[in-house]
Structure formats: structure tokens, C-alpha cells
């Protein structure tokens, strides 16, 4: 019997990916998207699609949730009203969501909910598992807030994972894709002092995490979805110059990112040296665990 998925977010960077992923192992998907239902169809391949999560209540119930809604968080710059969009797109999206599945007839037997490892806000140079201790800031109670509404589930018996995610490279979108033509054009450089950890992930290696989530029935609680290798900024700016083949002579200094961006230049400017322990522990192996690889695929073509 076909086991069916509900996703939000599946029309993004990540989860066009992943829908196609789980069509093609057989699993039937509902997608939860505002963009008309031809449109989903195109980007995600054989799904049905939803614009409306209260048009599921009292629905029969899915196998699985996917829960990837979330408005990009480096889009625009953190007025108080911005941050509120952040905040309803996430924790609003993800409440809703629990409330539809207790309406259901039987609840699901897992929720797969995104996450990021902005949880921890700022760690400078200590190493980060999921087990360190949260620097209290935005993106820390961000995270903290929509975590904890997807854990709400585990009072219907439904097994949670938690996807804290890095910042994720890859073709055709996603950060790279801003950054990609100022390096083409040998303007590239590093952010600050370059010193700051960036923890990157391939989102091939997040596809995978998420289906390893789906179907390991030992999986649970928070994961770091992150590289083993963490780079520095530095390091990262220097990689992605070659392979590209350009100069990586032009810093943004953090004050003119201060200036630009406000409180926001936190992201660019801070970071978490976060390693991916539980994940490896339990056996979850990366396809692009090097830096250099990750980077020259993520900007072939």
C-alpha cells in the first residue's frame, strides 16, 4: 500500500528535491503550496497539492509530515515586522500544522520538521554538537519556538525529528546563488575578518538526511544537518574563488555589512564551528563530507 506524505515547503530549494526523491521511491505526496497546482506539479513531479492546511482537517491521515515552510531568513533586512513574518511562516505554519493532524483520524507515525542551527546563535570557536548550550538571540529563539511547536506532536505518539540545518549549497539557488556572480566578476572576498565558522552542508547530503530521518524509526529528536568539516569564512571564500578560477581580493569590511544589513549582518558575520555528532553516530554517511567537491558541483553549469 502506497504510504503518503503531507510537506510544506515543498516547492523550495531543498524540497523540490526531495519531492521528486520520495515520488521516485514510491511514496505519494501532498505538497502545501500557494503557487497553483500545475505549478507545483512541474517543480515537484507527480503530487498532489493543497494551498490550505485547514482544508485537511478531518482528513483519513498521512503516513509522514515534512515540515519545511519558512520564509527566507537572509531575504530582507529584520525590522520588527520582518521578524514577525519569520516567526508566522515558522512557529504560526508549524502550529497550524499540529492542529490539523490532531483532526485527523490517526495521526502520523512521524514529522520530519526543519530547523536550523541558528538555534545556537553565536559559538565563535567552539565546537557544536547538539548537545551545546544556545547563545540567546534571534535566531536562537527562532528556532527554539518552532522546535518546540513541532514537539507538540509527540503528545499523539508521533516520533519528531528535528533538521537544524547549515547553510546549504547547491545548484541553481539557495545562498550561492547571490553570491556566485560578484566571484565570477573577480569580486569576491571574505566577510569581516573571515575568522567566523560557516557551517555548510551539500543539499544532496540534506535530501538524504531527511529521507534517513523519515524511514529510521530509531531516529529522533535534533540533528545537526551540517558537513563534518565546518569552514571558516575565510576558508570557505577561498575555495569557492577556486573553483570558479577568480580572485578573492575584495572583503566586505563588517562595519559597511553593519551599516547595510543592521542586525541581520549577525548571520554573515558570526557563525557556529557545528559538527553533525549524532547524525555520524548513528550512521548516516555524507556524499559531500569535502568542501571543494561540494562547491564545484553546487556551481557547475
Not at 76 to 96: M, N, Y
Not at 114 to 142: D, I, K, M, R
Not at 217 to 227: D, E, I, Q, T
Given at each position: 500500500?502506497?504510504?503518503?506524505?503531507?510537506?510544506?515547503?515543498?516547492?523550495?530549494?531543498?524540497?523540490?528535491?526531495?519531492?521528486?526523491?520520495?515520488?521516485?521511491?514510491?511514496?505519494?505526496?501532498?505538497?502545501?503550496?500557494?503557487?497553483?497546482?500545475?505549478?507545483?506539479?512541474?517543480?515537484?513531479?507527480?503530487?498532489?497539492?493543497?494551498?490550505?492546511?485547514?482544508?485537511l482537517e478531518g482528513h483519513q491521515g498521512y503516513h509522514a509530515v515534512i515540515n519545511l515552510a519558512g520564509e527566507g531568513?537572509?531575504?530582507?533586512?529584520?525590522?520588527?515586522?520582518?521578524?514577525?513574518?519569520?516567526?508566522?511562516?515558522?512557529?504560526?505554519?508549524?502550529?497550524?500544522?499540529?492542529?490539523?493532524?490532531?483532526?485527523?483520524?490517526?495521526?502520523?507515525?512521524?514529522?520530519?520538521?526543519?530547523?536550523?542551527?541558528?538555534?545556537?546563535?553565536?559559538?565563535?570557536?567552539?565546537?557544536?554538537?547538539?548537545?551545546?548550550?544556545?547563545?540567546?538571540?534571534?535566531?536562537?529563539?527562532?528556532?527554539?519556538?518552532?522546535?518546540?511547536?513541532?514537539?507538540?506532536?509527540?503528545?499523539?505518539?508521533?516520533?519528531?525529528?528535528?533538521?537544524?540545518?547549515?547553510?546549504?549549497?547547491?545548484?541553481?539557488?539557495?545562498?550561492?546563488?547571490?553570491?556566485?556572480?560578484?566571484?565570477?566578476?573577480?569580486?569576491?572576498?571574505?566577510?569581516?575578518?573571515?575568522?567566523?565558522?560557516?557551517?555548510?552542508?551539500?543539499?544532496?547530503?540534506?535530501?538524504?538526511?531527511?529521507?534517513?530521518?523519515?524511514?529510521?524509526?530509531?531516529?529522533?529528536?535534533?540533528?545537526?544537518?551540517?558537513?563534518?568539516?565546518?569552514?571558516?569564512?575565510?576558508?570557505?571564500?577561498?575555495?569557492?574563488?577556486?573553483?570558479?578560477?577568480?580572485?578573492?581580493?575584495?572583503?566586505?569590511?563588517?562595519?559597511?555589512?553593519?551599516?547595510?544589513?543592521?542586525?541581520?549582518?549577525?548571520?554573515?558575520?558570526?557563525?557556529?564551528?557545528?559538527?553533525?555528532?549524532?547524525?555520524?553516530?548513528?550512521?548516516?554517511?555524507?556524499?559531500?563530507?569535502?568542501?571543494?567537491?561540494?562547491?564545484?558541483?553546487?556551481?557547475?553549469?
Amino acid at each position: 500500500m502506497e504510504k503518503k506524505i503531507l510537506i510544506t515547503g515543498g516547492t523550495g530549494f531543498i524540497g523540490t528535491i526531495l519531492c521528486r526523491e520520495l515520488v521516485n521511491k514510491g511514496y505519494g505526496l501532498t505538497v502545501l503550496s500557494r503557487q497553483p497546482a500545475d505549478t507545483v506539479r512541474a517543480l515537484c513531479g507527480r503530487v498532489e497539492a493543497t494551498s490550505d492546511l485547514k482544508l485537511l482537517e478531518g482528513h483519513q491521515g498521512y503516513h509522514a509530515v515534512i515540515n519545511l515552510a519558512g520564509e527566507g531568513i537572509a531575504d530582507k533586512r529584520w525590522t520588527a515586522s520582518r521578524k514577525q513574518a519569520l516567526r508566522d511562516s515558522r512557529i504560526g505554519v508549524t502550529r497550524t500544522l499540529v492542529d490539523v493532524c490532531r483532526s485527523w483520524q490517526s495521526p502520523p507515525e512521524v514529522l520530519v520538521s526543519g530547523s536550523a542551527v541558528g538555534y545556537y546563535g553565536n559559538q565563535g570557536n567552539h565546537l557544536v554538537t547538539e548537545e551545546t548550550h544556545p547563545h540567546p538571540e534571534f535566531t536562537h529563539e527562532l528556532c527554539r519556538d518552532w522546535e518546540q511547536a513541532a514537539l507538540s506532536m509527540e503528545e499523539l505518539g508521533t516520533r519528531v525529528c528535528l533538521c537544524r540545518t547549515g547553510i546549504v549549497t547547491g545548484r541553481g539557488g539557495g545562498f550561492l546563488q547571490r553570491m556566485i556572480l560578484p566571484f565570477r566578476l573577480g569580486l569576491g572576498g571574505r566577510l569581516g575578518n573571515g575568522q567566523q565558522y560557516m557551517p555548510w552542508v551539500h543539499r544532496d547530503d540534506v535530501v538524504s538526511g531527511l529521507i534517513w530521518m523519515l524511514e529510521n524509526p530509531h531516529a529522533k529528536g535534533a540533528y545537526n544537518m551540517v558537513s563534518p568539516n565546518p569552514a571558516t569564512n575565510r576558508e570557505f571564500i577561498k575555495t569557492l574563488g577556486k573553483v570558479v578560477h577568480r580572485p578573492t581580493v575584495f572583503p566586505a569590511p563588517a562595519p559597511v555589512l553593519k551599516l547595510a544589513l543592521g542586525e541581520m549582518a549577525g548571520l554573515l558575520l558570526t557563525g557556529q564551528k557545528a559538527v553533525p555528532a549524532k547524525l555520524q553516530h548513528e550512521g548516516f554517511r555524507f556524499k559531500y563530507a569535502e568542501l571543494e567537491p561540494a562547491l564545484a558541483d553546487s556551481v557547475a553549469g
